[in-house]
C-alpha cells in the first residue's frame, strides 16, 4: 500500500512540475509577443479615437517601418536612392506617418534630369482595420540632391545639418496628393494615385533599412546640386 501511494504522490508531482513547465513557456512567449501585439493595436485598430489605458502604459511609443524598392529589374547590382521609406508611429493615442520622397511624386513624368529627395509628414493620416489613408503636401518644403537618412525626418532638419538642395526648383514641384491603401500582414499596398502606379512595401526593421546603400553616386548627386560648394552633410553616406 505504501508502494502505491509512493507512485501516486510520485506521478503527481511530475505531472505538477510538467504543467509549470508549459504555463512558463506560454507566458514567455506572450511576453516575447507583447510588443507585437500593442503594434497591432496601435496601427490595425485605431478606430478607436482613445486607446484603452492598460495598452497605452505597456506600450509608450510603437513605429514601424515599410520599405519600398524602386528597382525591381535589376539582377545584379540594383540602384536603392529612389526607394520609398514608410514610417508609421503611435504615442499613446496620437498617430503619426513619415514618408521619404522623390520628386516624382508630385509630377506625371520625369525627363532629362534627376529626382530631388526629400521627407514628408503625413496629414490627414487614418489607419481602420486595415485600411490606410493619408496626404503628402510638397507646397513650402524643400527637395534635396540625395536620400535622405532615417535620421533627418524633414526638410527643415535636413536644411539646418546643410545638406545640399535640389538643382531644380522645388516650387514647381508643389501638389497635395491623397493615398489610399491596405496593410495586410507585413505588407502595406499603397493604391495608384494620380503620378504613381499601385506600388507594394514590406514591412523592414529600422537596422535593415540603414544597411541599405541608399546613396547616389558622386558625380550624379554633384550634378543634383543646387549649389555646387560641398557642404557638410552627406545624406545617407556617413
Not at 501511494?5 to 507583447?34: D, E, P, Q, T
Amino acid at each position: 500500500m505504501d508502494v502505491y501511494m509512493w507512485r501516486y504522490h510520485k506521478n503527481k508531482y511530475v505531472l505538477f512540475l510538467l504543467w509549470g513547465c508549459i504555463l512558463l513557456l506560454s507566458c514567455a512567449k506572450k511576453r516575447v509577443r507583447a510588443c507585437d501585439s500593442c503594434l497591432n493595436q496601435a496601427l490595425m485598430d485605431v478606430g478607436e479615437n482613445e486607446p484603452k489605458k492598460e495598452e497605452s502604459k505597456k506600450c509608450d511609443t510603437v513605429s514601424v517601418f515599410f520599405y519600398y524598392e524602386a528597382d525591381e529589374v535589376s539582377a545584379v547590382e540594383k540602384d536603392h536612392s529612389e526607394d520609398g521609406i514608410i514610417k508609421l508611429e503611435r504615442t499613446g493615442d496620437k498617430l503619426r506617418g513619415s514618408f521619404w520622397v522623390t520628386s516624382d511624386e508630385f509630377v506625371s513624368g520625369r525627363e532629362g534630369y534627376l529626382p530631388g529627395f526629400t521627407v514628408l509628414g503625413m496629414q490627414n493620416l487614418v489607419l481602420a482595420g486595415d485600411s490606410i489613408s493619408f496626404l503628402l503636401d510638397s507646397h513650402l518644403h524643400k527637395f534635396f540632391s540625395a536620400p535622405l537618412c532615417l535620421d533627418i525626418s524633414s526638410d527643415k532638419e535636413a536644411g539646418r545639418q546643410g545638406c545640399h538642395e535640389w538643382i531644380q526648383e522645388s516650387e514647381f514641384f508643389a501638389d497635395s496628393i491623397q493615398y489610399r491603401g491596405v496593410i495586410r500582414g507585413d505588407t502595406l499596398y499603397l493604391d495608384e494615385t494620380k503620378n504613381k502606379w499601385s506600388r507594394k512595401f514590406v514591412r523592414m526593421n529600422e537596422d535593415s533599412i540603414r544597411r541599405i546603400d541608399r546613396s547616389m553616386p558622386a558625380e550624379m548627386e554633384g550634378q543634383n546640386r543646387k549649389n555646387k560648394v560641398n557642404n557638410a552633410c552627406n545624406p545617407v553616406n556617413k
